[in-house]
């Protein structure tokens, strides 16, 4: 029976992944990546037509509150207590662009 990946392959996959690898770590992968790509064939091997998909396998709940008017704060109020404010906004230091 001939090897699911061959050691080219691996060499391929390697170079394509930016690794370097030794002569001897290509064997080594070879047959360990062969073990995960028979394992992937016994997964997709199994009958799964009555499994629903999910996308997590605990069930989850929204647990934000619900959105409620509530009144704030007075904006005039607030800018009264800032180190600077002008034309009803917060003036902060400028970080981007010339001086």
């Known amino acids: 029976m001939e090897p699911r990946i061959s050691r080219d392959q691996v060499a391929h996959v ?3 992944a930016r690794l370097a690898l030794a002569e001897d770590e290509l064997d080594v992968l070879a047959g360990e990546l062969a073990a995960v790509l028979d394992y992937a064939a016994d997964v997709a091997a199994l009958d799964t037509a009555a499994v629903p998909p999910t996308a ?3 069930p989850l709940a929204n647990v934000l509150r ?4 509530r009144p704030s704060l007075d904006p005039a109020v607030v800018l009264a207590m800032a180190p600077d404010a002008a034309e009803g906004r917060f003036r902060v230091p400028r970080i981007l662009g010339g001086a």
């Open 14 to 16: 390697a170079k394509l």
């Open 56 to 58: 997590h396998p605990l």
């Open 66 to 69: 619900a959105d409620e008017v």
